[in-house]
């Protein structure tokens, strides 16, 4: 079973939705979470941490249930410029090695 | 310029050569990280450093090898290429320490790596 698991989409949604993405991990002692934003050739950029129950970023909301162990990203007033791949990562609980989703692919559509 | 680098941007090689990425990052970050990202596996962590002269395998670290006698960089070497390691190599650095941020990877912009 991997570490983390996500669902790879694609999702396509029109501007201005709200879009929320999923992600498991398997390991219950894992303590920080990520979510990276990689656009297309691009390497992955630092999208939110979740270090806590979650936290908010303007339009951006990451949400950890360490009961049920998934992270959630949520997108809300959808733009073009979200149109990406996003990668959610979970940090070892010995704190050195992450593992990476392999990516949930979003489509803003005009 | 600061940040973190990586060099070749593309390299073509031939089976059973031995090439080298480079990695520099003007942070002074303490760890360091080299992942290679294929499709269908997302991002793969091959080895990591969490200091220099410290380093550590991660989760496919067959065919490598790794270094860090300064800080700042951190080359990986393909000692004899094979096909299989045809891949987007990326370099991430982090703080490490206690603080909130220290976990938080910034990542080069890649290595676009062809062996044939």
């Known amino acids: 079973r991997k570490e983390v698991e996500q669902d790879p989409g694609p999702f396509n949604v029109p501007e201005g939705a709200t879009v929320a993405f999923n992600c498991t991990y398997s390991?219950?002692?894992?303590?920080?979470f990520f979510w990276y934003r990689q656009d297309c050739r691009k390497e992955p950029k630092l999208l939110m941490s979740?270090?806590?129950s979650g936290n908010e970023d303007g339009r951006f909301t990451a949400q950890l249930n360490r009961a049920s162990q998934y992270i959630s990203l949520l997108i809300r007033d959808s733009k073009l410029s979200d149109s990406a791949t996003y990668l959610c990562v979970a940090l070892s609980n010995t704190g050195n090695q992450f593992y990476f989703g392999t990516g949930t692919s979003l489509t803003v559509i005009p | 310029d600061a940040g973190i680098t990586q060099s070749p941007r593309y390299k073509i090689t031939e089976t059973g050569r031995q090439v080298t990425l480079m990695c520099h990052q003007t942070w002074s970050h303490s760890y360091m990280f080299w992942y290679r990202q294929d499709l269908g596996h997302g991002l793969r962590l091959i080895y990591y450093?969490?200091?220099?002269?410290?380093?550590d395998k991660g989760e496919v670290p067959d065919g490598y090898v790794v270094s860090r006698s300064k800080t700042e960089n951190f080359p990986l070497t393909l000692e004899s290429a094979t096909r299989s390691q045809t891949s987007v190599y990326f370099c991430?650095?982090?703080?490490?320490?206690?603080?909130?941020?220290?976990?938080?990877?910034?990542f080069g912009p890649g290595t676009r790596l062809t062996v044939t």
């Open positions: 979740v270090y806590s």
């Open positions: 450093s969490a200091a220099a002269d410290i380093t």
């Open positions: 991430a650095s982090s703080g490490g320490g206690t603080s909130t941020n220290s976990y938080e990877q910034y």
């Open positions: 390991n219950s002692a894992s303590q920080s």
